[in-house]
């Protein structure tokens, strides 16, 4: 486990290309949940509390009174401090009895980086603040977009009781529909334990987060009464009038936002990336053809 551990830190903590990957794929979430289809300037004040609450742009790591306020606040919700690959990570540490200390991987390396023992515990913490930027400003785009339904359906938004409600309502969201290590189950942080496969967590949050990103669309689209057909469409067919009536759902263009990012995460995203790798690094289609005769291709197994 101790070999297995190591280099699990080195491609993760230590692997800047991974940082970058890190960035892209809690994006990627982000996106699948519609948060781009949103109006510009929430999705920009989102973003902007997002970087500061998660201390992503903060070289000097510390946060000021009210940030540490909002941040404890987030944490209280379940919704920061769960990096997927982290928790791995620091569940495999210890495993491999490395003690208690583990919570920082800054305790592991001491021995071996005993002078360079602040650059693992920077980019711990940024590793897992990039994790956290993506889940507060999907948080915030959540509450924002939510708040604009329930205010034009007719509900009092100005209450605590509803503050609250919504807090909670925006929280759940985020917790199920992006990887969040506090859902991991038992067999699957077992599994870490085996001398084969990493960060198996990780794929186990996309299957749970792909297929409750998809309920969620639905529950949101989804009309209150009984229809002939589909109750998923702007205007349906009431099953008790036989009439066309619109879709009644407060949260339906909610829905419509989550069910195109979801559709351009899953088509539009792979494309376009694999083709500005190709640009990035001068590959053409006959290379890739060629590569393909002696170098297993995944998508053909999967």
């Known amino acids: 486990l101790i070999p297995k551990a190591a280099s699990q830190l080195a491609k993760t903590v230590l692997s800047i290309p991974t940082h970058i990957r890190n960035v892209m794929s809690a994006g990627a979430f982000a996106g699948a949940n519609g948060i781009l289809f949103t109006n510009p300037a929430d999705l920009a004040k989102a973003f902007k509390e997002g970087a500061q609450i998660s201390g992503l742009f903060n070289l000097r790591n510390f946060r000021e009174a009210d940030l540490e306020k909002a ?24 495993a491999a009895n490395f003690g208690d200390g583990v919570q920082n991987t800054d305790a592991v390396l001491r021995p071996l980086m005993a002078r360079l023992k602040a650059i693992p515990r920077y980019l711990q913490g940024k590793y897992v603040a990039e994790d956290d930027f993506w889940k507060i400003t999907n ?19 100005t209450t605590d009781a509803f503050a609250q409600r919504l807090k909670r309502e925006a929280s759940d969201i985020v917790k199920n529909t992006v990887p969040n290590y506090a859902f991991v189950g038992d067999v699957v942080r077992t599994a870490r334990l085996l001398p084969v ?29 009984p229809t002939i057909g589909s109750n998923l469409s702007p205007y349906v067919i009431d099953k008790a009038t036989r009439q066309l009536v619109k879709n009644d759902n407060p949260m ?25 790798a190709k640009m990035l690094y001068d590959v053409t289609e006959d290379e890739i053809a060629a590569l393909r005769q002696f170098v297993p291709e995944w998508s053909k197994n999967s």
């Open 71 to 94: 941040y404890r606040e987030m944490l209280e919700l379940g919704i920061v401090n769960q990096q997927v690959q982290i928790g791995d990570l620091k569940g495999l540490f210890k």
């Open 252 to 276: 339906y263009a909610i829905g419509v936002q989550r069910a195109l990012g979801m559709a351009t995460t899953l088509t539009v995203i792979p494309t376009a990336t694999v083709e500005a």
């Open 197 to 225: 496969g990493n960060f198996m967590s990780f794929p186990s949050e996309i299957i749970r987060t792909t297929s409750n990103i998809a309920r969620q669309t639905v529950s949101e689209l989804k009309h209150s009464k």
């Open 139 to 157: 948080y915030f785009v959540e509450m924002s977009r939510r708040k604009k339904a329930y205010a034009k359906a007719g509900v009092d938004t």
